[in-house]
């Protein structure tokens, strides 16, 4: 699986990861791809990432852009998990657009893997109107769902802020799919982030999900500059 070529990563690329069902898996397969390269990089979170999820070796926290600076300086090879501070001892929450900016300027060129946005280990979500939060800097959205999601019920069990769905369906078919899909690029992505390269990635197309995510690719690819199946647990993707 080489994501570096796949989604055409550069050396000094800002890559901002939305949606649900991998995001996190997403993020340290990034950078494990990039560690294999010898690209120094570094990954966080401009929503929140569990404690847990983090391996406390590779865990930076620090309030101090300038202590973050000097730690990765000192250990680029490293693949670090940064953030601002940790909150009621479970989440890491991330640094402001200017935070990162100045870190990516002092550490250049540096790949920057920023997970952001929050999904309750959902496979899919809903969004408010504050969501996601994609950083200025961003040069690369990936957009990441769980092909588990296709002809559910939508509801709580499967998609975070079900209650926000604003349509009278009840089952999240490919009619469904399809205009969520718009909806995200035209209501999230267009307004600003428009111009980036926005790649749709379908986790989890193992076992019985592999022709849910097929169907799904065959959607997706004509609304995103480019679409994969995959599955992070295997260690596989495809392009639609």
Known sequence: MDLIKAFDLQKDDVITITGG???????????????RAGWKHLLTTTAKICISDVPEKQCLIADDINAVVRQVEKEPQQEWIVGK?????????????????????????????????????????????????????????????GAEVLFQKIDNATFHRSELFAGAETVFDEAVFKKSLEQFV??????????????????????????????????????????FIASLKEGWLEQC
């Open 21 to 35: 069902g991998g995001k996190t898996s997403l993020m340290f397969a990034i950078g494990k791809a990039c560690t």
């Open 85 to 145: 501070e940790l909150l009621a001892g479970q989440k890491i929450s991330g640094f402001a657009d200017a935070e990162l900016l100045l870190l990516r300027d002092a550490l250049a060129p540096i790949v920057i893997v920023n997970e952001g946005d929050g999904s309750k280990r959902k496979p899919y979500k809903f969004y408010n109107e504050y969501e996601p939060i994609i950083p200025d800097l961003t040069t690369k959205i990936v957009h990441v769902i």
């Open 186 to 227: 035209k209501n999230k992505l267009e307004p600003q982030y428009g111009q980036l390269p926005k790649i749709l990635l379908i986790n989890k197309a193992d076992q019985e999900n592999r022709e849910k995510a097929r169907i799904m690719g065959e959607i997706g690819k004509l609304i995103f500059d480019q679409c």
